[in-house]
């Protein structure tokens, strides 16, 4: 089975710029989450989708981000504009259903110049 | 919030050696997991374990969630197993279903 698989796994933008990460989940998990590491912090929740629908979405820090899981499979996260305090490490985790072990990919470490 | 403490936040052994660390949380949970986060950012899972003891190879864990702890025992330690490590609990409810981390414990492994 493969695991969840994120890409970029690295992407270095300028300050204002917009960039993308996708995050496609376990086949057939409905839930679908975000995370980040900043700055060397702790790993923080950023959202929650069940299927194409968002669940929670009370760890998101502005309206610079905007996270979308068309059709329920995979899900991208843009920023939009990135600023230098975006930087880190963005994970994505799936589960099949909640309360059930997330499983983790492998993180787009993002860098903002 | 729920609140999750690691401890120590820094561990520094010799090859061969053992140690136990340590996670505390603030309130009942329905979810935990520890991580092995490596040097190249991965973060791997190792062990799915609200309740209970699990095995596996030279790593276990156990869980007392009466008490709000969990421990993640390493045994025989090896340079390989340097890195950080996260443990994550989450109340596991439909609508209260994101992972809390803690700070981490990072291990260095010497040869």
């Known amino acids: 089975e493969a695991g969840v698989t994120q890409f970029p796994s690295h992407s270095v933008i300028e300050k204002g710029q917009t960039v993308t990460l996708r995050c496609d989940p376990i086949?057939?998990?409905?839930?679908l989450y975000w995370y980040r590491r900043v700055m060397g912090k702790e790993i923080k929740f950023l959202l929650h989708f069940v299927k194409e629908s968002k669940q929670d979405e009370s760890g998101m820090p502005n309206n610079r981000f905007l996270a979308e899981r068309t059709g329920g499979t995979y899900s991208t996260l843009k920023v939009q504009p990135a600023e230098l305090e975006d930087s880190g490490v963005y994970f994505c985790?799936?589960?099949?259903?909640?309360?059930?072990?997330?499983?983790f990919g492998d993180g787009t470490r993002l860098s903002i110049l | 919030g729920i609140q999750v403490e690691q401890s120590p936040p820094d561990l520094i052994l010799q090859e061969g050696a053992n140690s136990t660390l340590r996670c505390n949380f603030s309130?009942?949970?329905?979810?935990l997991q520890w991580f092995h986060q490596n040097p190249w950012g991965q973060l791997i899972n190792l062990f799915y374990i609200p309740s209970g003891t699990k095995q596996n190879g030279r790593l276990s864990a156990t869980t007392v969630a009466t008490e709000r702890y969990s421990l993640l025992y390493i045994s025989s330690s090896q340079t390989t197993d340097s890195g950080v490590y996260f443990c994550?609990?989450?109340?596991?409810?439909?609508?209260?279903?994101?992972?809390?981390f803690g700070a981490g414990t990072r291990l260095t492994v010497k040869p």
């Open positions: 994550a609990v989450g109340l596991g409810g439909w609508n209260n279903n994101d992972m809390r």
């Open positions: 086949s057939g998990h409905d839930n």
């Open positions: 309130d009942s949970v329905n979810n």
């Open positions: 985790a799936s589960s099949q259903t909640w309360g059930q072990p997330q499983h």
